[in-house]
């Protein structure tokens, strides 16, 4: 979701829009990343964006799809008051673990510039296991 992140990795990338995956949950994967898992009732939200080819070699690259660590499937997300065809990203090892502190802050941060619910954003900041709230050091007047 981070758009700083995605202009790095995929410089063609076009955010199309706030986008929701019913019928899965967020989850962190035995390597700490994000990762997708089917959930009656459940909801995952995130970013849709419509990607060069260019761009899409650069994010299946990053995804480590040639090891085998995530999957690619093609799932029906709602973007707005329509469906849409969209390509995620899921782990091929069952199981959760722990969120990297860093990765879940990254997370967090892109969950707020979307601005997605707020309930949401506090479901995602349950994985870190720092117990992060995701609280800036100049919210607080701390300098670091």
């Not at 799932?75 to 959760?96: F, P």
């Amino acid at each position: 979701m981070s758009r700083e992140l995605m202009r790095a990795r995929c410089p063609d990338a076009r955010a199309l829009g706030v986008a929701r995956l019913p019928g899965w949950r967020f989850v962190i994967n035995r390597q700490g990343f994000g990762s997708i898992a089917p959930q009656p009732g459940g909801c995952v939200r995130g970013v849709l964006w419509r990607l060069s080819t260019r761009d899409l070699a650069a994010i299946n690259a990053y995804e480590s799809i040639a090891s085998g660590l995530y999957l690619r499937r093609c799932l029906a997300v709602r973007l707005g008051a329509r469906n849409a065809g969209a390509l995620v990203y899921i782990t091929r090892q069952g199981g959760e673990g722990r969120g990297r502190p860093a990765y879940i802050h990254l997370v967090v941060q892109a969950a707020r510039d979307w601005e997605l619910p707020e309930r949401y954003i506090r479901s995602l900041k349950r994985w870190s296991p720092s117990g992060w709230q995701g609280v800036r050091a100049k919210d607080t007047g701390e300098v670091g």
